[in-house]
């Protein structure tokens, strides 16, 4: 089983950046697709972005351009860039695990997930 801790959030203003970081713990990286799910006050969780055990990628059309996921397996670590931040981007944002072959969008496909980190974009 796999343990997850997100880090990386914090207060920014629009049009800014952070980096988010999932580290993983008890199993390696590699077996797993990854996935950025956000959920803001009230609302759903949604998805984010993913990246498959072969590194293949996929983007929510909210953040399109904007985000980039990415994984190193040797830190078995998994990252969100996160540019050009609107106030809607503002959520508490979660790291997850899904032993899915295809890279899937959808949160009950994914059984391993981490404590989330807030992400606040001022205007």
């Known amino acids: 089983q796999v343990q997850l801790v997100e880090s990386g959030g914090g207060l920014v203003q629009a049009g800014g950046s952070l980096r988010l970081s999932c580290a993983a713990s008890?199993?390696?990286?590699?077996?797993?697709?990854m996935g950025w799910f956000r959920q803001a006050p009230g609302k759903e969780r949604e998805f984010v972005s993913a990246?498959?055990?072969?590194?293949?990628?996929y983007h929510a059309d909210s953040v399109k351009g904007r985000f980039t996921i990415s994984r190193d397996n040797a830190k078995n670590t998994v990252y969100l860039q996160m540019n050009s931040l609107k106030p809607e981007d503002t959520a508490v944002y979660y790291c997850?695990?899904?032993?899915?072959?295809?890279?899937?969008?959808?949160?009950?496909?994914?059984?391993?997930w981490g404590q989330g980190t807030q992400v606040t974009v001022s205007s």
């Open positions: 997850a695990a899904t032993t899915k072959v295809v890279v899937t969008t959808t949160v009950q496909e994914y059984a391993y």
């Open positions: 008890g199993r390696t990286l590699s077996s797993y697709a």
């Open positions: 990246i498959g055990r072969s590194g293949i990628t």
